[in-house]
């Protein structure tokens, strides 16, 4: 039995939202062009789960989704280098967590959200998957 890793994603409401995000119900994770951001695209595994977070307008961590094909080549670019995996929604948070909660939670001082905050693609700790979790119930 493989270890379910946890992870954040973001994405800019106006470019692709949750919501749209949940009338699609799958779609791949294209457009990362950061190392850092493809090396952990390349590490999800099928079943791992995903924070959907809004950036830039919103800032706020709204939903759940969960990895439903591991990495493969970017269709939308030629350039080897680059990657998708495939999401799928899962639930949306009762209440969006701010990333201004994130950073005033002691439990969650270290999160890359707040650490890294450039990052588009980020390894969470299933301690801190919880505590965002518990903060959007």
């Known amino acids: 039995m493989k270890n379910t890793l946890f992870w954040l994603v973001k994405s800019e409401p ?32 099928e079943g791992d789960l995903v924070l959907f977070y809004h950036s830039n307008d919103g800032k706020e961590v709204v939903g759940i989704a969960k990895v439903v094909k591991e990495a493969y080549q970017d269709p939308t670019t030629e350039d080897p280098n680059w ?22 939670d002691e439990q969650l001082k270290d999160v890359g959200l707040v650490r890294q905050g450039r990052l588009s693609v980020m390894a969470l700790k299933r301690e801190e998957f919880d505590r965002i979790l518990e903060l959007g119930s």
């Not at 749209?20 to 850092?36: A, E, L, M, P, S």
């Open 14 to 45: 106006v470019k692709y939202s949750w919501e749209k995000f949940n009338k699609d119900g799958r779609t791949f994770w294209d457009g990362v062009r950061n190392y850092q951001a493809r090396n952990n695209l390349r590490l999800m595994q």
């Open 83 to 104: 990657v998708v995996v495939d999401l799928s929604p899962v639930e949306t948070l009762k209440k969006p967590v701010t990333l201004e909660t994130i950073k005033a």
